[in-house]
C-alpha cells in the first residue's frame, strides 16, 4: 500500500494556487485563433511529449473527438505533457483544457512575462480548466503543459486550447457533423433498466439517447443505463452522436424488455447489515462450519474462489481436509439453512493472493459463466469482488451485468476494495460500483492494512481513528453512492489483519457519526447518512476466535440502527 506524499501534495496545491494569475484579456479579434496543434488528441500524441512515457490516448473518454489524453503519474513522476505552441510577441492569450480523473494541472512557461497555472482535484466528470497570459516583447514560443499529482489517480485531457493571435503556426480544422453511430446493442436489463452500449464516432463530443423518438439523456461515453422503467416491458432505443457542429442522424433502433420481477442488488436484506468473511481454510483461526457463524452476520463472503485456466474464469474447492472434514454436502446443507434464517452467502473473488484477470470481454463472459455455475451448484447468493491486485473498470462492469442478467434481480453483489482504490472516482474500483450503482448491494471498504489517506475534506488522516473512518467513508457517500450501498470494513481482532485493527467501540462510534451526527471525532460530515448499510469483517473465523466480541458488539450495533 503506497503511502500519499501528503507534504509534497499540499505544498503542490499551494504553490499552483500562488502561481494562479490573471492577465489582462481584452477583447477577442476576429483573427484569433487556437494556436495548440492536436489539441485534441485525435492524431495520438504527437506535437505532445509526456515524461516517462507516462501519456497515452483513449477512445473512452473523451470530451470531444475520438480520443483524449490519459496521464498516469507514478511515485517520482507526475506526467506531464507538454507542446511547444507558436505565439506573437506582446499578445494576450486564453488557455484553456478539459480535464477528468484524478489532481489536474494546466500551465504555461517561457511567457517572457508571468508564467501561470491552474488546477483541480479530482472530478468525475468534464471540468474546464482556464487561465491567461501575456507574451513578452520577444516571445514566440511558449510551452503549455499539463500534469497530475505523484502517486494519484491517472487524469484525462482533451481539447487544449492556446486561444489568441495566430503565433505563424495556424489552427487545427473546424469540426464536422459526425456520423450515425452504429453497433447499438442492449448490454443487461434488470426488472426497470435496460443498459446500452455502442461504437464510438469519430468527432463527435458527445451522444443523445432517444426512447421511441423522445430525446431522454445525454452522455459522453458509449454507454448509458436508463432507469426508472416498468418490469416485464418491452422499450425502443436510438441514439445520435453530437458535437459543435450539430447532431448526427438517429442509429438504427434496438428493443430492450425489462424483466419480470424488481430489485435493488439484493433482496431479503435489512435495512442495516453486516458482512462477514468465512475462511475456506485454517491459517490459525477459529476453524468454522458455516453453520456455526454468528447469527449477527447477515452476509457470508466465502473465501475464495480459485482461478483456473480459463482467462476470467473461477472455481470453489471446499478445503474439506482442511476443515476437520467439512464435506460438500454439509457445506450446501448450511448455505440452504442460512437462506432459510434470512442470511445471503455469496462466493468471493480475490483476496490479498488473488489472480483473477477480467481484462477483456471474452475473459468478462468467461467470469459471469462460471459465477453464474457455482451459484447454481452451491446455492450461492451473489458475488463479493476483493481483487487486491486490481480490475478493469470496463469489463468487470460488462461481466457483473452479465452475471445479472442471468440471476436475476435478487443477485448480491459486494465490493471490498482497499483504501487506496476509493480515493479518487476515477479509480477502476469506483468506477465500477458507480457503474453498477443500480445493481450493487454493498462496498464494504477494507480501512485497515492502509497508509495515511485524504478524507473528503482534503485533510491526511491516519488509520485507527474514529475520523479514519467518517472521513474516509465521506468520499464514497459524497462521489455517488447510496448511502445503503457504504459499509464499513474492519479487522475482527489483533491477528485479524497487519494493522488498522480498532475497538468495536470505535466501530460503533463512526456508524453513530455516518447516520446520526454524534459520537464523532474531529471529522464531522456535512450531513448524515441514516440509510448507511453497516459494517463488516475479516473474517468470522477471527472474531470466534476472539469469543464473538465483534460481532456481539458491533452486529448488535448495527441492527439497532433507526
Not at 511567457?111 to 479530482?122: K, L, N
Request: aromatic fraction near 8%.
Amino acid at each position: 500500500m503506497p503511502v500519499l506524499r501528503n507534504r509534497r501534495l499540499w505544498a503542490g496545491v499551494a504553490m499552483a494556487a500562488l502561481a494562479l494569475s490573471f492577465a489582462g484579456t481584452g477583447q477577442a479579434s476576429a483573427a484569433d485563433i487556437n494556436n495548440a496543434k492536436n489539441a485534441g488528441f485525435e492524431s495520438g500524441l504527437t506535437n505532445w511529449t509526456c515524461t516517462a512515457g507516462s501519456g497515452t490516448t483513449v477512445s473512452s473518454p473523451v470530451h470531444s473527438g475520438a480520443a483524449a489524453l490519459k496521464a498516469t503519474p507514478a511515485g517520482q513522476d507526475n506526467a506531464q505533457c507538454s507542446e511547444s505552441v507558436a505565439v506573437k510577441p506582446n499578445s494576450t492569450y486564453t488557455l484553456s483544457a478539459w480535464v477528468q480523473g484524478g489532481y489536474s494541472y494546466l500551465g504555461v512557461t517561457g511567457t517572457g512575462t508571468t508564467d501561470v497555472s491552474t488546477w483541480t482535484p479530482d472530478t468525475t466528470s468534464w471540468k474546464q480548466l482556464s487561465t491567461t497570459f501575456t507574451t513578452g516583447a520577444s516571445t514566440t514560443s511558449v510551452s503549455v503543459y499539463t500534469h497530475g499529482w505523484y502517486g494519484q489517480a491517472a487524469y484525462y485531457a482533451d481539447d487544449i486550447s492556446v486561444y489568441g493571435p495566430d503565433g505563424g503556426g495556424g489552427s487545427d480544422p473546424a469540426p464536422t457533423v459526425p456520423a450515425t453511430p452504429t453497433g447499438l446493442t442492449v448490454s443487461s436489463t434488470t426488472s426497470s433498466s435496460v443498459s446500452l452500449a455502442w461504437s464510438a464516432v469519430s468527432g463527435a463530443t458527445g451522444y443523445n439517447v432517444y426512447r421511441s423518438g423522445t430525446k431522454i439523456t445525454a452522455v459522453t461515453g458509449t454507454s448509458a443505463t436508463i432507469t426508472g422503467l416498468t418490469a416485464s416491458t418491452a422499450y425502443s432505443f436510438q441514439v445520435t452522436a453530437t458535437n459543435s457542429a450539430g447532431e448526427s442522424g438517429k442509429s438504427t433502433a434496438v428493443t430492450g424488455t425489462t424483466t419480470a420481477t424488481g430489485g435493488n442488488g439484493g433482496t431479503g436484506l435489512p435495512k442495516h447489515a453486516v458482512t462477514g468473511y468465512w475462511q475456506n481454510f485454517n491459517n490459525g483461526a477459529t476453524v468454522q462450519k458455516l453453520s456455526a457463524v454468528s447469527s449477527q452476520y447477515d452476509i457470508i463472503a466465502v473465501a475464495f474462489a480459485d482461478a483456473t485456466s480459463t482467462p476470467g474464469a473461477v472455481s470453489f474447492t471446499l478445503d474439506s481436509a482442511g476443515l476437520g472434514g467439512y464435506t460438500v454436502d454439509q457445506f450446501k446443507a448450511d448455505i440452504a439453512a442460512k437462506h432459510a434464517a434470512g442470511k445471503k452467502v455469496v462466493i468471493s473473488i480475490g483476496g490479498q493472493n488473488g489472480t483473477i484477470s477480467v481484462s477483456d470481454s471474452t475473459s468478462a463472459t468467461n467470469f459471469a459463466n462460471s459465477v453464474y455455475s457455482l451459484m447454481q451448484t452451491y446455492g450461492f447468493d451473489g458475488v463479493d469482488i476483493d481483487l487486491e491486485n486490481g480490475i478493469n473498470a470496463t469489463y468487470m462492469t460488462q461481466a457483473l451485468r452479465s452475471l445479472s442478467s442471468k440471476a436475476g434481480s435478487s443477485l448480491v453483489i459486494t465490493m471490498a476494495p482497499q483504501t487506496i482504490d476509493m480515493q479518487s472516482t476515477s479509480n477502476a474500483y469506483f468506477q465500477t460500483a458507480l457503474n453498477i450503482k443500480d445493481i450493487l448491494t454493498v462496498v464494504n471498504m477494507q480501512y485497515y492494512n492502509s497508509g495515511t489517506m485524504l478524507g473528503c475534506d482534503g485533510k491526511v488522516y491516519g488509520q485507527g481513528t474514529v475520523d479514519f473512518l467518517t472521513a474516509l467513508a465521506c468520499i464514497q457517500l459524497q462521489g455517488g453512492l447510496a448511502p445503503s450501498q457504504v459499509g464499513l470494513g474492519l479487522p475482527a481482532s489483533t491477528s485479524a489483519a497487519g494493522s488498522g485493527y480498532v475497538s468495536p467501540t470505535i466501530v460503533n462510534n463512526a456508524l453513530d457519526c455516518l447516520t446520526a451526527g454524534t459520537n464523532c471525532g474531529t471529522f464531522k460530515p456535512s450531513k448524515t447518512y441514516p440509510d448507511l448499510r453497516g459494517a463488516m469483517t475479516w473474517s468470522t473465523n477471527w472474531d470466534a476466535a476472539a469469543g464473538s466480541s465483534w460481532s456481539n458488539s458491533v452486529g448488535a450495533h448495527v441492527h439497532a440502527l433507526p
